[in-house]
């Protein structure tokens, strides 16, 4: 089973990265656009996991959300990972409290390290994909001109979420959620 670690987004957050990526779509002459019912935050990339070790992940899991409490993030700017053509990654970062986030990556993190699951060795940087391999159009706007217009929201859990590949499709499904107290 292909694994990550996630914070699913509300549709308000959801609606406004879509606007955003429309935009960035009619300025592209390509790309590789995800489906916006996979927009999410990313705490911990699994990878491919046994069935059977599934139920292990639980208890270290539930452990860091009940560790921390609910916090307000909103959407920041856009960005891109790889400077070259086509531009390997473009996201929107998360503002708010940013703090609060990176305290429960890093119990997410260091409950699963305890599972066997390496540490990631580069930094962590919260982001939301909107596309990968994109080739702009010429004189197409910058990253600092494209607006998000989303509202502050209120994280109150995060999941254990299946990847899988449905008719040719990348599909994303919460196999267990883990409540933030308060």
Known sequence: MRLFVGIELPEE???????VQAELRG???????????????????LGEVPAADVPLLGPP????????????????????????????????????????LAALQGRVEQGLAGCGFPREQRAWRPHITLAQ?????????????????????TVREFALILSEEVDRRRVYTPIERFALPG
């Open 27 to 45: 300025n592209s002459r390509r790309g590789r656009f995800k489906r916006r019912e996979n927009f999410h935050i990313t705490l911990k990339f």
């Open 61 to 100: 899991l539930a452990a860091g959300a009940a560790a921390g409490g609910t916090f307000a993030l909103g959407l920041g700017k856009l960005g891109q990972f790889g400077g070259g053509v086509p531009v390997r990654t473009v996201w929107v970062d998360v503002a708010g409290e940013t703090e609060a």
């Open 133 to 153: 391999d994109v080739v702009l159009l010429p004189g197409a706007p910058l990253w600092g001109a494209y607006r998000v217009d989303g509202k502050p929201f």
């Open 13 to 19: 957050a959801i609606a406004a990265l879509a606007a």
